[in-house]
C-alpha cells in the first residue's frame, strides 16, 4: 500500500502516546512521556493522547501541549492517521499499522530493553506458570520485532542499551541494506535517557523529619521509588539493622510501596521487605514504610529530607540493561547515591565518585558504605561532585537527539511502508497483555484486568 500523500508543515503533527499513569500521581513512564511531551513543543504542534482512566488531566492543564483522552486503541487510529509523526512506548498493533498506512512516521521510545525486563520477572502478563510466561513473552518479543520494521526513529537511555536494539533490528530485519541509506548507528537509534527537572528542588514543609519515630537530626537513607522484582530491598534493610547496633539515628525509608496506577497495585517485593523488617525488628523502627505513592509534585520534600538515596538491585539478567531513572532524582536533590554494581548507573556513579558502589547481595560492603556516608565531610565531597554534571542531565540536554530528529524530520525520519511492517504471527494469548509491561513490567494484575475487560 502506497502511503497517502499531504501537505508537509513546516512543523509537524505530532501525537505522543501515554502508556501510563498522567497527572498528580505519577511513577517512572508518566514523568518520562509528560517531559518529553514538553520538550517536544517546542518543535512540534503535540497532542498527548492519554488511555489511562486513572490519570488526571486537569494537572496537565498549562502545559505547552493538547491533551486527548481514548477508551479504546480504535480511538486512537484517527489522530495517528492526522499526524505526522508519533512518539510512544507501546501501543496497539493496529493503531501502528494503520498509522504507517496513511504515512504517519513512528518513533518507539526504547528506554527500558523490555524483553531483558521481563525475562527474568517473577510473574509475566500474571502467569507466573508455563507454558503461560512463555507465550506471554513471545507476544512482548513479536511486538517488538512490529516496531523494528515499522519505526523511522528510536531513542533509547545508554549505549549498552543501544547495542542490544541494534541487535534486535537486525535479527528482525528492520534494519537492511535496502533503507540503511548511509545512516550510522546514532541516526538509527538516539540516545535520550530519563532526565532531570528545570529548577531546583524546593518544598514548603518536612514530610520525614520530626514526622513519627524520626527525629529531626537522623541520618536518612531514602529509597526513592518502587520496590519492583528485580529490586534489592533487603540488603539495604539488613545492613541498616546492623549498623542502627552502634548509630540508631540512622533509617530507612521507602516510598513508593503501592504504584499509582490501581491495575498494577503492590509488589510482591514490598511485602517481602515488611517481613524481613519485622523479623529484624526494626519495622517502623529504623525501617519506614510509606504507603502508597508518593504525587511527583511532592516527591521534592521527600528528597531534601534525605541525607543519602539508596538503589539496589539483584544481579540478574536486567541488571546489564537497566538505566535506573530514579538515579535522577538523587542528583537532582544532589544526594550521594548508594548503589549495587553491574549497571550503568553504577559505574558512572563509581567513575565520578556521586556516591558508593557496593557488591550484589553484600550486607557487610553495604553496612560499611553507609558508615562511611554518616561523615559529613564524605557526603559534602559527594555533593561537590554531583554539582558539575548535574545540568548534562537536565530534560532539554537528554532529548537533544529526539528534538532534532523531530526538528527535522522530513529528512530524519524515513517513512516506511506496510509492506515493510512484519508480519505477526497469531498470537499464543491475547496482544493486551502487553500493557502488562507498561508500567515497568512484571504487572500480572493490569494484564487479568484487561483479559476481563476484553471479556466483557
Known amino acids: 500500500m502506497v502511503p497517502i500523500a499531504r501537505e508537509t508543515p513546516a512543523r509537524p503533527r505530532m501525537v505522543v502516546v501515554a502508556a501510563d499513569v498522567v497527572g498528580t500521581q505519577m511513577a517512572g513512564p508518566g514523568i518520562r512521556v509528560v517531559s518529553i511531551a514538553r520538550e517536544l513543543a517546542r518543535v512540534a504542534d503535540v497532542t498527548l493522547a492519554v488511555g489511562t482512566p486513572e490519570s488526571e488531566l486537569s494537572a496537565l492543564a498549562d502545559e505547552p501541549f493538547a491533551i486527548v483522552s481514548y477508551d479504546h486503541p480504535d480511538a486512537l487510529v484517527p489522530l495517528v492517521e492526522a499526524s505526522d509523526v508519533a512518539f510512544c512506548q507501546i ?5 501502528v499499522r494503520r498509522g504507517v498506512a496513511a504515512g504517519c512516521r513512528f518513533v518507539f521510545d526504547l528506554y527500558n530493553a523490555l524483553p531483558a525486563e521481563a525475562i527474568g520477572s517473577d510473574r509475566i502478563g500474571g502467569f507466573d506458570t508455563q507454558p503461560q510466561m512463555d507465550d506471554v513473552f513471545r507476544n512482548v518479543l513479536s511486538f517488538f520485532r512490529l516496531c523494528m520494521t515499522a519505526g523511522s526513529y528510536f531513542v533509547t537511555s545508554n549505549e549498552r542499551q543501544r547495542d542490544f536494539w541494534i541487535g534486535y533490528m537486525l535479527a528482525s530485519g528492520g534494519l537492511l541494506p ?8 546514532g541516526e538509527i537509534v538516539g540516545l ?8 531546583e528542588p524546593a518544598a514548603t514543609t518536612h514530610p520525614l523529619r520530626g514526622q513519627g519515630a524520626i527525629a529531626e537530626d537522623d541520618l536518612i537513607l531514602l529509597w526513592a521509588g518502587g520496590i519492583w522484582d528485580w529490586f534489592d530491598a533487603e ?5 541498616v539493622a546492623a549498623v542502627r547496633e552502634e548509630h540508631p539515628e540512622v533509617r530507612l525509608v521507602f516510598y513508593g510501596t503501592t504504584h499509582p496506577n ?32 508518593v504525587p511527583a509534585a511532592e516527591r521534592a520534600g521527600y528528597l531534601l529530607d534525605a541525607d543519602v538515596a539508596v538503589s539496589a538491585h539483584k544481579e540478574s539478567f536486567e541488571t546489564r540493561y537497566a538505566f535506573r531513572t530514579r538515579i535522577l532524582d538523587h542528583f537532582w536533590a544532589s544526594l550521594p547515591s548508594l548503589v549495587t554494581e553491574g549497571d550503568w548507573f553504577a559505574d558512572y556513579i563509581d567513575q565520578l565518585d556521586l ?3 557496593v557488591g550484589y547481595g553484600d550486607v557487610e560492603q553495604t553496612r560499611a558504605a553507609i558508615l562511611r556516608l554518616t561523615d559529613p565531610q564524605r557526603r559534602a565531597q559527594i555533593r561537590a561532585n554531583i554539582a ?46 502487553l500493557r502488562e509491561l507498561v508500567s515497568r513490567s ?14 466483557r
Request: no cysteine; net charge neutral; glycine share 8%.
Open 192 to 199: 535520550v535517557p530519563f532526565g532531570m527537572e528545570r529548577g
Open 235 to 239: 540488603t539495604p534493610i539488613r545492613a
Open 262 to 293: 490501581p491495575l498494577v497495585g503492590r509488589p510482591r517485593n514490598v511485602e517481602r521487605a515488611m517481613t524481613l523488617a519485622a523479623e529484624l525488628g526494626v519495622l517502623d523502627d529504623g525501617v519506614h514504610f510509606i504507603d502508597g505513592w
Open 388 to 433: 558539575p554534571i548535574r545540568e548534562t542531565w537536565r530534560w532539554e540536554s537528554t532529548t537533544s537527539d529526539l528534538i532534532d530528529a523531530v526538528a527535522h524530520w522530513q529528512t530524519r525520519l524515513p517513512q516506511r511502508t506496510l509492506a515493510e511492517v512484519t508480519a505477526t504471527p497469531p498470537a499464543a494469548a491475547p496482544r493486551s497483555a
Open 355 to 357: 556516591g558508593e558502589v
Open 442 to 455: 512484571p504487572l500480572g494484575a493490569l494484564y487479568r484486568s484487561l483479559r476481563k475487560r476484553l471479556a
Open 178 to 185: 535496502s533503507n540503511l541509506d548511509g545512516r550510522d548507528v
Open 91 to 95: 501501543t496497539d498493533e493496529n493503531v
